[in-house]
């Protein structure tokens, strides 16, 4: 039977990975996908998924819930390592998964905020 604190933890896991990928399908893949000369791949996207627009007028606020549940993901997972934990494997599932959350975070922060001023400077 899996107790409430795995439980609890597994959830803000799988919300933080859904935030940070909803912050890269909003700011990085179209920007990506513009870099690669796919303009017209981000016009079918924005058509087939409105909410994205939305999204990205808001990822501020986006970014920043994203960033407070990985970081409350990251103190369950601190919390859990301190008591006896029987399954080991799921605890390093866990790890795996909130590393790749995180690392998708800095990416689509850096994407939709240094990319394009970085890219200006360097343009000079």
């Known amino acids: 039977m899996i107790d409430r604190d ?9 919300g933080g990975l859904s935030l940070a990928l909803i912050g890269t399908t909003c700011c990085a893949l179209p920007i ?8 017209s791949a981000v016009a079918a996207m924005v058509s087939a998924m ?6 990205s007028q808001y990822k501020h606020i986006t970014f920043t819930l ?3 549940i990985l970081a409350y993901s990251f103190y ?10 029987d399954s080991k ?13 995180s690392a ?12 394009l001023p970085l890219s200006l400077w360097l343009a000079r």
């Open 32 to 39: 990506l996908l513009l870099a690669l000369g796919m303009g």
């Open 6 to 14: 795995q439980l609890t933890t597994n959830a803000s896991l799988l």
């Open 76 to 85: 369950r997972l601190t919390k859990m390592t301190a008591c006896e934990s």
């Open 66 to 68: 994203t960033a407070f």
């Open 50 to 55: 409105p909410w994205l627009v939305t999204v």
């Open 104 to 115: 998708i975070l800095i990416l689509s922060m850096f994407t939709a905020y240094l990319l």
């Open 89 to 101: 494997n799921t605890l390093k599932w866990q790890r795996r998964a909130l590393g790749l959350s």
